[in-house]
């Protein structure tokens, strides 16, 4: 089955604490994408990456590190997390342009990862 | 980056059509037009896409006039099921650029 799967689904953690989540797709997706959802705020990307070893900020990188050393998986990392962290945060995957299944936009969303920093 | 608004939320009941609109003046010339939807504590799932006039699906219809400043989303006969928050994109269909989500529409279908 084709999917995007994340891990953990819920962390609770302390500040500073460094953690990572990850991510990973089974659909040979050359495009990876990290967004994290607060109400009233809706979806805010944090990175994406349009290869291996390519990776560009989004809107919001501030507090964030990614790595792609394999297509298929695109970690999110916190080295220090700090509470304005806390959100739900989704990880997405997308065959470029051209591709044979989809275009650049249509994006396949893992389940999400709800993080909560004390 | 083009910045999209759309309506907060939208009631509607079974049985109705819903249109839902998204506004972005300043779309770029590359840009494409994607909707999403979205049910409590789930990601996001690709609805339609479109770059100008019209296109249907078996789900939606998205109309884009020709200065493609906006967009509508339509739902045909929605249901109870189609209660959720729709999101309108507007990025490259090619190239190296952040992908900005507004804030989407919360959409409540009432029987």
């Known amino acids: 089955e084709a999917q995007v799967t994340q891990n953990p689904r819920y962390l609770i953690t302390v500040t500073g604490k460094k953690l990572t989540v990850t991510c990973s797709q089974n659909?040979?997706?050359?495009?990876m994408s990290w967004y994290r959802q607060d109400p009233g705020l809706g979806l805010r990307q944090i990175y994406y990456s349009m290869n291996v070893e390519v990776t560009d900020k989004g809107d919001v990188p501030e507090g964030y590190k990614v790595s792609r050393k394999e297509k298929r998986n695109f970690p999110l990392i916190l080295e220090s997390p700090s509470p304005n962290q806390t959100s739900l945060y989704f990880c997405?995957?997308?065959?470029?342009?051209?591709?044979?299944?989809?275009?650049?936009?249509?994006?396949?969303f893992g389940p999400g990862t709800r993080l909560t920093v004390l | 980056l083009a910045k999209t608004t759309q309506p907060i939320s939208m009631d509607s009941y079974e049985g109705q059509e819903v249109n839902i609109t998204c506004s972005h003046n300043n779309i770029a010339t590359n840009d494409y037009i994607t909707w999403y939807q979205q049910f409590p504590s789930q990601g996001p799932r690709f609805i339609i896409q479109g770059y100008k006039t019209k296109v249907t699906n078996e789900v939606a219809s998205l109309f884009i006039p020709a200065d493609r400043k906006s967009s509508t989303l339509s739902l045909p006969r929605v249901s109870l099921s189609d209660t959720a928050v729709y999101y309108c994109?507007?990025?490259?269909?090619?190239?190296?650029?952040?992908?900005?989500f507004g804030s989407g529409t919360r959409l409540q279908v009432q029987p």
């Open positions: 994109l507007v990025g490259p269909y090619t190239g190296r650029r952040a992908l900005t």
């Open positions: 659909m040979n997706h050359e495009y």
């Open positions: 997405a995957s997308s065959a470029l342009a051209g591709g044979k299944r989809s275009s650049y936009n249509e994006q396949f």
